[in-house]
């Protein structure tokens, strides 16, 4: 666990902790209510009995135990004795109604946020450094935007980038944590990953916060590696003594001995075939340099062709990120 996120998770933990023994409504199911359903779960094996959502569309499934905020008014299965985790940023109206009917409730963006709840006015032009504006939900990286000033929301389309590069777009712990996981990967001082086009440095943090002490990225955009480098300065990740960080600003086409040190590669669909073919060389011949055991990580992946014809992976696991609706494809080296 890294040390920038103690608090935020420390004030998740304590109302979450406190709901044991209670049947818990969700009110609200956007971003925030999505990632408080998710943490409640990952960390304490904690679901809710309710899920309030304004949100009827067609794509709703009727099957999940979705209400609309007129279960307020029903003793059903004795929610009148649950609490309420309201996932709504910023919404008076929710307090009011969990007040009037008399319900305990915890406001999650007020307890993490406060005062800062509203991000400030962001006038800049550049998508490269513009961020978020208005309401914060509750998440991981919206934390480090607020408290630490980072810059890691905003996406960046391919339009922006050098031909052969895809979108960018962040990664955090919600979507790479149950990815690792699935690897049943079993950390020591020895492992350490390399994330192909890293962009502003999320999955990288990602990476130490699940317990990698050496992490390795590179970026082509001299725009998202300078944010990436400011992200890490910023959180003092860049000159940490428990953790090795290397940042490259390269084509990663170009990334040859420096991959000797990593035994984990991850792959986030960074870009087309003419540069992927190369990187996987690359990793092949790091494999030459010195056999060892090696990991790949590939989502979204196109090119699964490249990498059996690579000759030393062998696909153990392959299923779907749940958050994102994205196939992933784990390998290993042959035995």
């Keep these: 666990m890294l040390e920038c996120f103690y608090k935020f998770r420390k004030a998740l933990d304590e109302i979450m902790i406190n709901a044991f023994g209670h ?16 943490y409640a779960d990952y960390y304490h094996s904690v679901k809710p009995d309710f ?15 979705y209400f609309r905020d007129s ?7 004795d929610v009148k004795d649950a609490i309420v985790w309201l996932a709504l940023p910023g919404d008076e109206e929710a307090k009011e109604k969990c007040e009037k009917y008399k319900f305990e409730y915890y406001d999650f963006a007020d307890v993490i946020y406060g005062e800062r709840l509203i991000a400030e006015e962001n006038d800049s032009e550049n998508i490269f450094t513009k961020k978020k504006t208005g309401i914060h939900d509750v998440q991981f990286m919206e934390y480090l935007e607020c408290f630490y000033g980072c ?4 996406s960046v389309s391919k339009e922006y980038l050098t031909k052969g590069a895809h979108n960018y777009a962040i990664s955090t712990q919600r979507e790479i944590f149950p990815i690792l996981d699935k690897c049943h990967i079993i950390l020591s001082k020895d492992d350490a990953i390399f994330d192909f086009g890293c962009g ?18 590179v970026e082509f955009s ?3 590696y300078n944010e990436a480098k ?14 090795q960080v290397e940042l490259y600003h390269n084509d990663a086409s170009k990334v040859t001995h420096e991959l000797d040190i990593y035994n984990w590669f991850y792959f986030f669909d960074p870009f087309e075939r003419q540069i992927f073919e190369p990187v996987i060389s690359n990793i092949y011949d790091s494999y030459l340099r010195k056999p060892r055991k090696l990991n790949l990580i590939s989502i979204n992946p196109r090119y699964h062709d490249v990498i059996e014809k690579c000759e030393i ?4 696991n392959q299923f779907c990120a749940a958050t994102r609706q994205k196939v992933v494809n784990i390998y290993i080296t042959k035995e």
């Design 222 to 224: 001299e725009q998202l």
């Design 23 to 38: 049947r818990i409504i969700l009110y609200g199911y956007g971003r925030t209510g999505r990632f408080l359903e998710w």
């Design 230 to 243: 400011d992200n890490l300065k910023k959180l003092g990740l860049d000159s940490c003594k428990e953790k």
């Design 151 to 154: 810059n890691f929301l905003t």
């Design 313 to 316: 992976f062998v696909m153990i």
């Design 200 to 217: 502003k440095g999320g999955a990288m943090i990602t990476f130490m916060d699940y317990g990698f002490s050496k992490v390795g990225g």
């Design 51 to 65: 899920i309030i959502t304004s949100d009827w569309s067609n794509a709703m499934p009727y099957s999940l135990p």
């Design 71 to 77: 279960l307020f008014e029903f003793n059903y299965a």
